[in-house]
């Protein structure tokens, strides 16, 4: 409809029609009256509509000669004055008309543009799972693919309040919504639509605002079944347990060799006492207070031996993650041989306050004493070489608020621009450091919900901090 003629010719084709019809339409008139150039004004219209502006020009001289053949005029100048009224009234219409045209045909193609966008939204629209809300939380659109993943009929859920959808959707998650991006489960837990007679279906939402309020639909929620993002998750779990066993052997190997030789020391220490007691025992036929005395040292340094052992073998354990209520302070000093071990060799010195009040926590203790075991090697490397080197590990009670581990040191520290990669895997400045300890140092504290930091040290060097929730915390959760 009102397509522009392409050729020259057919426009000429189209004036030529019109103005015969024109001249057509006024012969049939003339017994009601003299209608001059009238007719012929609808002829340059139609041309104006259908062709260029030379057609219309030649309408224009058609109409001007059809008319001079038709009508007597009084004279030259009066036949001359009208012919350059019409031309002039009738170029004006024309170009009016032409406009119009051209505004039809644009609109015309915006609005088919519009419907085939308005297609492409529909289609992904009934494949993509999405629920729109207005500003008080009323549900006011749900697609085929969201009805179907919350287990309702279209138009009985677009009548519905969307929290009786999902539960638990309440103020706070709408509040959230209004901010976009991941709408987040009440603690602990997750979305979740209960279908009749089917296991909870597990969801992630994310929500997007519309910028204005033109229509009722102002929040749009992107629904997504958690089955797949679960899957990630676990898959990246796996790695980081993965990773976890390849630190806890490549560290444990470097410390065995260190530990058959701390082993040694107690171990031929009792076989004297013991050897000794029994040469006393031997001589005078009943136990002598110094033949006891050998005795019981010999028993005490076996203990010790056989409690490093207990200690290293834990910490080969595998990885698996057991939360059990356990004392902060007695982790930390159970640590202490191991610390010991660790600052054997070298001149520094590691300080051990671990504040026993109150330091109930939930915590995996193998897994936590390998990320303490890790912060106290680095630190001791970054302090070696430092006069009076020092590691300081203190544990402090924040009453409800949990137990804060701070390792610290007296060594170079770590430049501010440094503080994030070095937790990144494969980071290391030392000579065979495999940058592995940090990264599961950091995983570790994750998992037990605190954030493990750094800064610089009052000692001069670097601080790392962390804080485990106090275990009522965690119940309450
Ligand atoms: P690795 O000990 O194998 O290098 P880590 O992930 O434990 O791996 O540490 C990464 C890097 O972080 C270290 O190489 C070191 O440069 C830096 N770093 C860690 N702890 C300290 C510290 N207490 N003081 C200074 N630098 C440290």
């Known amino acids: ?31 009601f ?3 001059y150039y009238l007719p012929m004004v609808a002829a340059v219209m139609v041309t104006a509509l ?47 008309c032409r406009r119009l045209g051209g ?85 602990p837990g997750f979305w979740a639509v209960w279908r009749p007679n089917a296991c909870p279906v597990p969801l992630t939402i994310h929500a997007n605002v519309l910028p204005d309020d033109i229509w009722p639909e102002h929040i749009v929620l992107a629904l ?14 796996d790695l980081t347990e993965k990773l976890n066993s390849v630190w806890r052997l490549n560290s444990m190997g470097e410390m065995a060799a260190t530990l058959a030789h701390e082993m040694n020391q107690p171990l031929t220490a009792a076989a004297v006492y013991l050897h000794a007691g029994q040469a006393a025992l031997a001589k005078t ?12 040292l010999a028993k005490a340094q076996l203990l010790r031996a056989g409690e490093i052992i207990r200690r290293m073998r834990e910490l080969l354990s595998t990885g698996s993650r057991s939360f059990t ?12 041989p191991v610390f010991t071990l660790i600052g054997r060799d070298t001149d520094v010195t590691i300080d051990i306050q671990a504040d026993g009040d109150d330091d109930h926590v939930l915590a995996d203790r193998i897994q936590l004493q390998q990320a303490l075991t890790n912060l106290v090697k680095n630190a001791v490397d970054a302090a070696i070489g430092q006069e009076n080197g020092r590691v300081s590990v203190a544990g402090r009670s924040l009453g409800a608020e949990g137990y804060e581990i ?30 592995l300890g940090l990264s599961v140092t950091r995983s570790i504290v994750e998992s037990h919900g605190g954030a493990l930091t750094v800064g610089r040290s009052s000692l001069g060097g670097a601080a790392f901090t962390f804080r485990l929730p106090h275990s009522q915390e965690l119940d309450a959760a």
């Open 285 to 296: 036929g009943s136990p002598a207070d110094e033949a006891t005395r050998a005795l019981d």
């Open 1 to 31: 409809m009102l397509r522009r003629t392409k050729t020259w010719w057919s426009g000429a084709f189209v004036a030529c029609i019109s103005v015969l019809i024109a001249v057509g339409v006024r012969v049939a008139l003339e017994p």
């Open 103 to 187: 505004a039809l045909r644009t609109a015309r193609a915006l609005t088919r543009d519009l419907a085939m966008r308005e297609m492409l939204l529909e289609t992904i629209l009934t494949s993509v799972p999405i629920v729109t809300l207005d500003r008080e939380g009323r549900t006011q659109r749900v697609t085929p693919a969201a009805a179907a993943l919350l287990g309702v009929r279209r138009e009985e859920a677009a009548t519905l309040p969307f929290h009786t959808l999902v539960p638990g959707f309440d103020e706070a998650a709408l509040e959230s919504a209004r901010q976009g991006g991941e709408v987040l489960a009440p603690s």
């Open 325 to 336: 209520e356990e004392r902060a302070s007695q982790m930390i000093q159970d640590l202490d």
């Open 224 to 237: 997504a079944e958690q089955s797949q993002s679960e899957a990630m998750r676990q898959r990246e779990r």
């Open 406 to 435: 701070a390792v610290e040191d007296n060594g170079r520290g770590i430049p501010t621009d440094q503080r994030d990669s070095i937790f990144h895997p494969m980071i290391s400045t030392k000579a065979g450091g495999m940058g």
């Open 50 to 96: 259908l062709a260029r502006r030379l057609s219309v020009i030649l309408a224009i001289t058609l109409s001007i000669i059809a008319n001079e053949v038709m009508v007597q005029r009084q004279g030259a100048l009066d036949a001359t004055v009208n012919a350059i009224l019409f031309a002039v009234v009738a170029w004006a219409i024309a170009e009016v």
């Open 33 to 35: 009256g003299h209608f």
